[in-house]
Antibody
Framework: EVQLVESGGGLVQPGGSLRLSCAASGFSLSNFDMHWVRQVTGKGLEWVAALNTDGDTHYQDSVKGRFTISREIAKNSFYLQMNRLSAADTAVYYC????????WGQGALVTVSS | DTQMTQSPSYVSASVGDRVTITCRASQSVNNWIAWFQQKPGKAPKLLIYAAHILQSGVPSRFSGSGSGTDFTLTISSLQPEDFATYYCQQANSFPHTFGQGTKLEIK
């Protein structure tokens, strides 16, 4: 079964850092583009970042220079390193697979607050 | 950036009704558009991709159409489990952008 499971969410102070993980099963991450999408509670979906099979990365302007997307093929896992966090980054973060987002994780809540 | 304008923002309908949701892109997206369904507390679920291709396992009452900048999601006969929020998304160019969502509620 194809599955994505996020972990690493939690409460962090403004200016702090957090790393989200997305563990894949049922397929090899190396063969697919992967994305991070976030959603503020009660609001719409916002694409955050992408990593394609060639290793190219793309970022939403609001996170460029602060967030880094990466993968570890040996662990079949995908990551979002988030630095210099602010309250505006508070959201549920989802990882998703392929150009058409055919599989999503369950989401990881990130709360930035003092 | 490509802006996705989705309408309506809210629709009230009954079981058995036909419902249409539209999405307009600010520039051509070459049919790289997908539609998602989201229920409260759950991750979005892919319904349609490449404008009209039904994702495996999705009921055939869902269909997508359109080209260029104007796209439509149609639910031919609403079922109780279809009451949810729907989003369009373009994946033609980065940043990938979503519509603001359409909340479908029971009349």
């Amino acid at each position: 079964e194809v599955q994505l499971v996020e972990s690493g969410g939690g409460l962090v102070q403004p200016g702090g850092s957090l790393r989200l993980s997305c563990a894949a099963s049922g397929f090899s991450l190396s063969n697919f583009d992967m994305h991070w999408v976030r959603q503020v509670t009660g609001k719409g979906l916002e694409w955050v970042a992408a990593l394609n099979t060639d290793g190219d990365t793309h970022y939403q302007d609001s996170v460029k220079g602060r967030f880094t997307i990466s993968r570890e093929i040996a662990k079949n896992s995908f990551y979002l390193q988030m630095n210099r966090l602010s309250a505006a980054d508070t959201a549920v973060y989802y990882c998703a697979r392929r150009y058409h987002y055919d599989t999503w994780g369950q989401g990881a809540l990130v709360t930035v607050s003092s | 950036d490509t802006q996705m304008t989705q309408s309506p923002s809210y629709v009230s309908a009954s079981v058995g009704d036909r419902v249409t949701i539209t999405c307009r892109a600010s520039q051509s997206v070459n049919n790289w558009i997908a539609w998602f369904q989201q229920k409260p507390g759950k991750a979005p679920k892919l319904l349609i991709y490449a404008a009209h291709i039904l994702q495996s396992g999705v009921p055939s009452r869902f269909s997508g159409s359109g080209s260029g900048t104007d796209f439509t999601l149609t639910i031919s006969s609403l079922q109780p489990e279809d009451f949810a929020t729907y989003y369009c998304q373009q994946a033609n160019s980065f940043p990938h952008t979503f519509g603001q969502g359409t909340k479908l509620e029971i009349k």
